[in-house]
């Protein structure tokens, strides 16, 4: 980790977390928070105030964007706002897109995580999930292999905490993932906050979820819910890329300006205390 942020009484202590929806929280439904919300990103921001008084909090992702508009909306504010601790989880709506140029998306990250680097903040990157929803997103593998070997190369290179999302077994459970197969459930986002904790050397009782073995589903069963998943979330999907359209095209970030998080209550306490 580079330098200690918790230490002493009077330093600012600011998290500033980019990116797509994997930072925002998709998958993890609040009915309190905002854009509907919670994930990983809240929860460590909840617990490094915990840890230590007077951590303020900023989240500036924002669901369905690509790298390059990671960079023109949220790298100049997040700038701005003076972090200590930096996350950064951008690149997978590109890996998913036909056409993209990989060296040219692998230039524009490095360049990315260049200038946040040089804040001196503590910066946390994330490879890859190879996740398995189905043979139609195969030939996205060689991609997503491509994308984790340059974010492991950029983050020795620039002194950055990694987390290696690629190599927990646990999300080989299904169970760890929401509806639609390609982002995390609650205990997915509940598993990773634990660790980026871990990663960070924060305290935190988070612990895995203890699940009985999954029942083996009939045939019948399986092709059910197959076609509720087409149905439900790959149509949809293919529909908004033929339209031009994503989910995130009409929301804000869900904490654009830094928040002092409360240590008891978290940010629902918060949210609570704003509507009084």
Avoid at 165 to 170: I, P
Avoid at 208 to 214: A, C, I, Q
Wanted: net charge positive.
């Amino acid at each position: 980790m580079r330098g200690d942020f918790t230490a002493g009484e009077n330093v600012r202590r600011r998290y500033v977390a980019l990116g797509d929806s994997f930072t925002e929280g998709v998958g993890d439904r609040s009915a309190v928070l905002p854009n509907g919300v919670r994930g990983w990103a809240d929860r460590v921001a909840e617990k490094l105030a915990k840890a230590e008084r007077g951590w303020e909090y900023a989240n500036l992702a924002v669901r369905s964007k690509r790298l390059r508009k990671i960079i023109d909306e949220q790298l100049e504010p997040a700038l701005a706002m003076e972090p200590t601790l930096i996350t950064l989880y951008a690149g997978g709506n590109d890996i998913l897109d036909f056409g993209t140029d990989m060296e040219a998306l692998l230039n524009d990250y490095e360049l990315f995580v260049a200038r946040l680097a040089g804040t001196g903040a503590t910066l946390v990157l994330f490879t890859g999930y190879d996740v398995k929803v189905s043979a139609v997103l195969e030939p996205f593998k060689k991609r997503n292999t491509q994308y984790n070997r340059r974010v492991r190369d950029v983050a020795e290179k620039y002194g950055a905490v990694l987390v290696d999302y690629w190599c927990f077994d646990a999300y080989h459970d299904p169970r760890m993932w929401a509806a639609d197969r390609l982002h995390m459930s609650k205990a997915g986002h509940k598993y990773l906050a634990a660790r980026v904790l871990d990663q960070l050397n924060i305290p935190h009782k988070i612990s895995p979820k203890e699940w009985d073995p999954p029942s083996r589903m009939t045939l019948r069963e399986w092709e059910r819910k197959q076609r509720r998943w087409v149905n439900d979330w790959v149509l949809p999907l293919f529909g908004r890329k033929l339209r031009g359209v994503t989910l995130g095209d009409s929301l804000s970030p869900r904490w654009p300006q830094p928040v002092k998080v409360p240590r008891k209550g978290g940010l629902k306490k918060l949210m609570e205390e704003a509507n009084t």
